[in-house]
């Protein structure tokens, strides 16, 4: 994708749904309608009762997906069936430890991927502590994906870089997850980093919800962005209103895509 996207002087466009939420058949249609309006991969998270790094919307979201019976083994399903409808489409899976640990790692992540991910980022495990679940991935044919902060110090980029594989997760801020108006485009300092060390590209996140931010962290030198809590807002006001629902992500997905592309000279 990364390849690809370069060739066409384009940014990545990865948007963030929460697997089960409403239901499945709301997931499904959501993941659709992101992909056909532009969306270069999707970002699909395992819902959870303790989601510590996220904000009230996407907290909601995974209450409202577990009040309607998803389970890990339901949402594998879930990304099953979006891997059977867009088999080229990177599709990366957002979890929190106690799901990946519950069994046994190598068991999660050979799960993870038959279902049909390409990699696992676990939100509440930390670059120092890692190397168990990043080995686990590394052997199933999962990439594990680390989240480097706005402020990482050149010791946590390289930790990161000698561990993570397929993308960096660059914080655009500290805090939990929320759409926000205000985001500072990653330094150039860090970025520079990321490249020296030989980190995955960095996909910037954590309040990603409005073009002209997409083109800030374009121009700085990001390789793309995720954007969360933005879609899930969508995703919890259109809810039971499958045309509304399809339509809404579309016209956020389609503004939020051509702000990746970068101006031809």
Sequence with gaps: MFGSLRS????????????????????????????DAGADGLE??????????????????????????????????????IRERHPHVPLGLLVYANLVVQKELAA???RAAGAGADSVLVADV????????????VAAGIDPVMIVPADATREQVRRVARQARGYTYLLARAGVTGAEREIRPPSAALLGMLAE????????????STPEQVRAAIAAGAAG??????????????????????????????????ATRRPRE
């Design 8 to 35: 066409r002087g384009e940014g990545a466009l990865v948007p963030f749904l929460m697997l089960g939420d409403p239901g499945p058949a709301e997931t499904i249609a959501a993941a659709d309608a992101l992909i």
């Design 44 to 81: 699909l998270g395992i819902p959870f009762s303790d989601p510590v790094a996220d904000g009230p919307v996407i907290q909601r979201a995974a209450a409202r997906a577990l009040a309607g019976g998803t389970t890990p083994r339901s949402a594998l399903l879930l990304v099953r069936a």
């Design 108 to 110: 999660f992540y050979c």
């Design 126 to 137: 930390p670059a120092a502590e890692a190397e168990p679940f990043s080995a686990a991935a």
């Design 197 to 208: 060390e030989g980190a995955p590209p960095p996909l910037v996140g954590f309040g990603i």
């Design 225 to 258: 962005v995720i954007s969360g809590s933005a879609v899930v807002s969508l995703v919890e006001r259109d809810r039971g209103a499958e045309p509304a629902l399809r339509r809404s992500l579309g016209e956020f997905a389609r503004a939020m895509k051509e």
